[in-house]
Every structure is written in structure tokens, then in C-alpha cells.
């Protein structure tokens, strides 16, 4: 009897305490904001106690993030091999920004100034127009089989494809786990490719992998299959691997500025002729892409997401006509304002490798609201268009050094060696005098501590 009380008191306070999260999480949902006034002026303490108030991070993932250690040595030290240290790259969150009409706080990793601060600014002078709109094409990877000294080609290739429903039933046995998620095998294609060592046969296999990126399947899968198709086509094969061009898992996202929120149609149509020169000089184009990776592959490195696969990924896509060309679009709507999108792969996973290992990675995902890939993927691409939105209309009003260089100041002060209050001060002057440089920042700090 007193076992049965004992079951029925347990059962109703777990009840409880489910019905006090659901509460506590629906109340969560309401006052939730990207927007937070004020944020960059708070202290540390405010601003993780902000953060905590919008997202619903626990006590413990403030404290790890309040402490600002690099992870264990033992965890380190599975991550990579020959491990004697971590480097601390800063984590900064950028507000104001709605993707897919939900409110999110953004967080990225990178050492760049002006990087978080332009993609708040961005996002706040498109909130009126509903933020950001995103879409993904599914999550599916590419791996590639490669076979030499083939006599036949052609034939080998139309072999090949015969044995479609084969290579299916291969590849999911690979991975059964994943074809139980919903995962596995969904397409595939095969390829004769001129080379200058003769003709290749490449066969692609186009598997889905869920919220994984991906890599250690879909290797696998190109590992289990070679042998069979040695045998089937008498070539040989070599590389067995994943290819980071994954056009099967591509992200997009668009937003719309109206003129007023951004400064005029003088603003509008410099940005629009910025984007023209990118799309069509590969020289301008180089730097257009980079300024998108700076958000990119900040979201990317916070999430413990692999920065140069999506680099990579991203830099192959954008010459896929036969030229390098921008990643962004802009245009004029037929209200006369900007539309801009984005599109590039974005090949990102919310479980395996250290994006689950690394705490402050889980602890990032956590505050973004985030628990599955395809999600991930939409925050990247319209943190990427936000980013170079940003440094088009720089470019197109007062030049990119009057911003970047005013947030810039303060490491160059760091770097001319000052220490505290100090480096608000010799930033604030080389600000003023026009001139960040460190030889400047000197003199000005050698003349205060006369």
C-alpha cells in the first residue's frame, strides 16, 4: 500500500513538474525577442542574464559561458590528435533578427570586428518587412566512387545504373540506423568524365542523412560499394569519398528592405550596382563571397560545424556557370524597394562529431533555438545575406573603413599596448583623427602616460 502511495505521489509530482516547464517554456515563447535594446552596452553578467531571459538556457550553460574556459583537456584530446592547448575564439550574439517569423539571437564565433554588429544593424532594417524567409532543399550528400581502366565506358556506366535497386539495398544495409531515422539512400548518378588520364566513370550516390552532415555515412556507403562495381565493369577504383559540393543541400534565403529603412533609392541602387559588379568580375566577386562567409562561418564555427567543407562548398557553387560569381542577388521590387537573396550548400549537422561533444557548441544551438539541420541551415543563409547586405550599403554610402575601422580601434589600441580604460580612450582618438593605425595609436598613448 505504502508503495502504491509512494508510486502514485512520484508519478504526480513528475506530472508536475512537466506541467511547470510546459508553462514555464510556454510563457518563454511569449516574450521572447531577438530584439534587445541596448544589448552591446550591458556588461558581461546583463547581457548573458539577457540572453538567458529570451532563450531559456540553464543556470549551468551561464556558467559555462560566464566562465570563458576552453573545454577539458580529455575532451580536447579526443577531438584532434597531438592536443597541448585550445585557442578562444569570441562568441558574440547578433540580435534583431526573425528567420521564418521566428525571433532568434544568433550566435557567431569569429575574431573580425564589425562582423556581429553588421548583422545586427542588417536585421534590424528588415524587421518591419518580416525579417527573413528561408527554404532547403533536403538533406542529401553526394558521395563519389571513382573507376579507371574502364574499356567500355559508356556501357559500364548504363551497368551500372541497371543496378540501381542493388546499390539501394547496399547502401542502407551500410547504415541501418540511419535508414531507421528516415535516412539513407535516395538517388544516384553516374558520370563518364574526360580527364587527361583518359576517360573515368564517377558514380555519384545521393544519400540522406538527416541531421548528421553526414560524411562518416555516405563514406561508407562509396566504401562498401566499390568492390561491386570493380567487378560489374572490370575497372579499377580508387577514391571512395563525400564531396563538399553538396547541391542536393542547398539553403536559401531572401529579404525585402523598403527604401525608407535603408536610406533612400540612392542607397537601394548602389547596392544593386555593388552586387552587379561582384556577379560580374571574379576579382570583386572573391571579396563579395568572403564578407558572406564572415557570417557564415561564424554560425558554423559556433555550432562546432565544419567551417572549411562549407567554405569550400560554398566557393565551388558560386563558379558552377562557368564562372565565379556572387552567391547574393539584389533587385528592385515592384514597390521600389530592395529584395536580396541568398543560395549556396550549406552541408551542417546538429548531432555527431563536436557539434554534441563541444558543450559550448550544444550551449549555442541551444540559445538559437535550435534542434535539427535543416533549421541550422536556414539561420547560416540568411545570417550570410544579412552580413552582405551590410557591407554592400558600406561600400555604397560612406565606404567599409568608416565602420569597420570605428570597432577596429579598440584592438588596434590593444595592440599599441593599452591596458584597461586606456583603450577606450586612444580608441575614441583614433577614431577622431580619421587615422587607425598602430603607430598612431602609440604616439597618442605615449602622450597620456607623460
Not at 122 to 127: L, V
Not at 292 to 313: F, P, Q, W
Not at 359 to 382: E, S, Y
Request: aromatic letters at 4%.
Amino acid at each position: 500500500m505504502f508503495a502504491s502511495v509512494s508510486c502514485t505521489t512520484s508519478v504526480m509530482c513528475r506530472h508536475a513538474r512537466a506541467m511547470a516547464t510546459a508553462v514555464s517554456r510556454l510563457s518563454q515563447s511569449k516574450r521572447s525577442t531577438s530584439r534587445i535594446a541596448g544589448f552591446h552596452k550591458m556588461d558581461h553578467t546583463a547581457r548573458l542574464k539577457a540572453v538567458q531571459g529570451a532563450t531559456g538556457i540553464s543556470d549551468e550553460q551561464v556558467s559555462q559561458l560566464q566562465e570563458m574556459k576552453g573545454i577539458p583537456f580529455n575532451l580536447a584530446d579526443r577531438l584532434v590528435e597531438n592536443v597541448v592547448s585550445t585557442i578562444s575564439i569570441p562568441i558574440g550574439i547578433a540580435t534583431n533578427m526573425i528567420v521564418d517569423g521566428q525571433e532568434r539571437l544568433i550566435t557567431m564565433a569569429t575574431e573580425e570586428s564589425s562582423v556581429v554588429a553588421a548583422v545586427c544593424n542588417t536585421a534590424k532594417q528588415c524587421r518591419n518587412s518580416g525579417g527573413f524567409m528561408c527554404s532547403t532543399s533536403g538533406p542529401n550528400m553526394i558521395a563519389q566512387v571513382q573507376l579507371v581502366d574502364v574499356t567500355d565506358p559508356e556501357a559500364a556506366r548504363l551497368k551500372i545504373l541497371e543496378r540501381r535497386d542493388e546499390i539501394q539495398t547496399m547502401c542502407d544495409a551500410t547504415d541501418p540506423i540511419l535508414t531507421g531515422l528516415g535516412g539513407g539512400f535516395r538517388d544516384m548518378d553516374v558520370r563518364v568524365l574526360d580527364t587527361a588520364g583518359g576517360p573515368m566513370v564517377i558514380t555519384h550516390l545521393i544519400i540522406n542523412t538527416q541531421d548528421a552532415m553526414g560524411a562518416n555515412a555516405v563514406n561508407s556507403m562509396a566504401e562498401q560499394l566499390a568492390p561491386k562495381l570493380q567487378s560489374w565493369t572490370g575497372g579499377r577504383t580508387y577514391l571512395r569519398i563525400l564531396s563538399n559540393l553538396a547541391v542536393h543541400r542547398v539553403a536559401r534565403a531572401r529579404a525585402v528592405w523598403t527604401c525608407d529603412a535603408i536610406g533612400g533609392p540612392g542607397v537601394r541602387d548602389g547596392i544593386v550596382s555593388a552586387f552587379q559588379f561582384a556577379d560580374a568580375d571574379p576579382f570583386r566577386a572573391a571579396t563579395h563571397n568572403k564578407g558572406i562567409m564572415n557570417g557564415i562561418s561564424a554560425v558554423v564555427l559556433a555550432t562546432g560545424n565544419d567551417t572549411r567543407a562549407i567554405e569550400a562548398g560554398a566557393h565551388a557553387f558560386a563558379s558552377m556557370t562557368g564562372r565565379y560569381r556572387s552567391l547574393t542577388k539584389y533587385e528592385v521590387t515592384a514597390e521600389g524597394d530592395l529584395a536580396g537573396s541568398i543560395e549556396l550548400p550549406l552541408a551542417v549537422g546538429t548531432v555527431g562529431g563536436a557539434t554534441k561533444a563541444h558543450p559550448t557548441a550544444k550551449t549555442c544551438l541551444d540559445i538559437m533555438k535550435i534542434d535539427n539541420a535543416d533549421t541550422l541551415q536556414r539561420v547560416i543563409a540568411a545570417t550570410g545575406l544579412a552580413q552582405n547586405f551590410a557591407a554592400l550599403k558600406a561600400l555604397a554610402t560612406v565606404g567599409i573603413q568608416k565602420g569597420h575601422m570605428s570597432l577596429h580601434a579598440g584592438n588596434i589600441a590593444m595592440a599599441a599596448g593599452a591596458l584597461g580604460a586606456e583603450i577606450d580612450v586612444v580608441a575614441a582618438e583614433l577614431v577622431r583623427r580619421g587615422t587607425v593605425r598602430q603607430d598612431v595609436a602609440e604616439e597618442i598613448l605615449a602622450d597620456m602616460r607623460k
